[in-house]
């Protein structure tokens, strides 16, 4: 939450006050949430002030309330503010206010009348209509419905040997601490125009356009696969503004596999798995706080047109670590590939590999472009060349035209490397590099 002052000049003869421009509310749960916001309202003049009215301008209507110097009201008549004095105004979003849509922006104004003057401070909130799952066991095969929202309010589990589907278009909202925990299988079904999407519970735009709310990392925990005993499938989901957005340990046969997945804005690591087995298709990796993809411990990774950019965007300005780590510690086998994908960032050297004795180490890269000195791994037609992307710090960092990256992928058979992360078809026979084809 938060509010913006600024002194008003009242006409000669009224006194100068002092009030707030916008008073910003948290994103709440309709019906759950009941958030408040408040602020002093200040004369500072030497002279009373007479406010023949305060009100807020729906009215009875409004989604909001207010509350002056202990007073629950819609309207206030004849308000008196001395000299050099002040009193206390209380904004609420009303706890029975239920959304037309599934997320709503909602906007009122409180008013205050001077004479023939209207001055104005505008109260912003958005309210989610979603269902709250808190701490619990889901139900051995559960469905979350297309276009349907669920707020999950702390750690929810799929069992061993019990599956959880999620159809396109749903939206997961998270608080913080929150985690979805698969030990059993999970399958989301998203489509390119109606992608499923994990995401917190700010999306507003306070702290302005460079940190606005929506993208703050670190609003939940994310997403934790954990020696599922079933398939774990994702297909065109959005995965943001968590701590770690995927984790994944002791993944096996038949292996995660990913397909047109964002995972972008984490305060900690993007994804992060150990021993574990991935495929994917057109990854988007993007702005993570520490590193973007962690592969600890070994595994088998096959990585096919993936873009894996962090340019210290936003929230994420002082990062320290590389963007893509890996490792075979513990002594075991590391089989990695990665085809015509794209690894950049701020710093010189994007890749940290940690190479120990006793396991196999088969670490490829072909067809790419990245910022590294390529120390530690195999190479085939790898280029370090910048990019040349638009929206860098954006929702779509695809190539740009004439951008380096065009034409100079190598031709895929895979099914899933036909179309790019946005449903766009790579016929041509000249794939460019990344997630995105321009």
């Known amino acids: 939450m938060g509010f913006a002052c600024r002194p008003v000049q009242w006409p000669t003869g009224k006194g100068p006050l002092e009030v707030a421009d916008t008073l910003y509310f948290d994103t709440l749960v309709a019906l759950v949430d009941h958030p408040y916001q408040h602020m002093v309202v200040r004369n500072l003049g030497s002279e009373a002030v007479h406010i023949q009215r305060i009100r807020l301008s729906g009215g009875l209507a409004s989604p909001f309330r207010i509350n002056v110097d202990g007073y629950p009201i819609s309207e206030i008549k004849d308000y008196r503010v001395d000299g050099n004095d002040s009193f206390w105004v209380f904004a609420e979003i009303k706890e029975t206010y239920v959304p037309t849509l599934p997320i709503e922006a909602i906007t009122d104004s409180i008013e205050f009348w001077v004479g023939t003057h209207k001055y104005t401070t505008i109260l912003r909130g958005v309210v989610v209509s979603a269902v709250l799952i808190e701490d619990s066991v889901l139900a051995c095969h559960t469905q979350w419905k297309s276009n349907t929202s669920i707020l999950l309010g702390g750690d929810v589990i799929v069992s061993p040997g019990c599956q959880l589907t999620i159809e396109e278009g749903a939206t997961i909202f998270a608080k913080p601490r929150a985690r979805l925990i698969v030990y059993g299988a999970l399958r989301i079904n998203g489509s390119p125009s109606r992608q499923v ?22 609003q939940w925990e994310g997403i934790f696969i954990v020696n599922p005993s079933g398939v774990v499938r994702l297909q065109n989901t959005i995965i943001e503004n968590g701590t770690i957005g995927l984790y994944a340990a002791d993944v096996a046969a038949p292996s995660l596999w990913m397909d047109n997945v964002i995972i972008r804005r984490h305060s900690g690591v993007g994804l992060w798995a150990k021993r574990s087995r991935i495929e994917a298709y057109d990854v988007v990796l993007q702005q993570a706080c520490g590193s973007l993809m962690v592969l600890d411990s070994g595994g088998d990774y096959q990585w096919y047109h993936t873009t894996a950019i962090n340019m210290g965007c936003g929230w994420c300005s002082r990062r320290q670590t590389a963007s893509l780590q890996l490792s075979n510690r ?96 790579r016929g041509d026979g000249k794939p460019d590099l990344g997630a995105y084809e321009r």
């Open 330 to 425: 513990g002594g075991n086998d590391l089989s990695f590939r990665f085809v015509n994908g794209i690894v950049w960032g701020e710093h010189e050297d994007e890749i940290k590999v940690v190479q120990s004795g006793g396991g196999q180490w088969d670490v490829v890269f072909e067809y790419s472009a990245i910022r590294d000195s390529m120390d530690g791994f195999s190479t085939v037609q790898v280029w370090n060349h910048p990019p040349e992307l638009v929206d860098f710090c954006g929702e779509t960092p695809m190539p740009d035209s004439g951008s380096f990256v065009m034409d100079r992928g190598r031709v895929l058979a895979q099914p899933s490397a036909q179309y790019d992360v946005t449903g766009k078809w």
């Open 197 to 218: 999407r994990f995401t917190g519970t700010r999306l507003d735009n306070m702290h302005g356009p460079a940190y606005p709310a929506k993208h703050q990392p670190g």
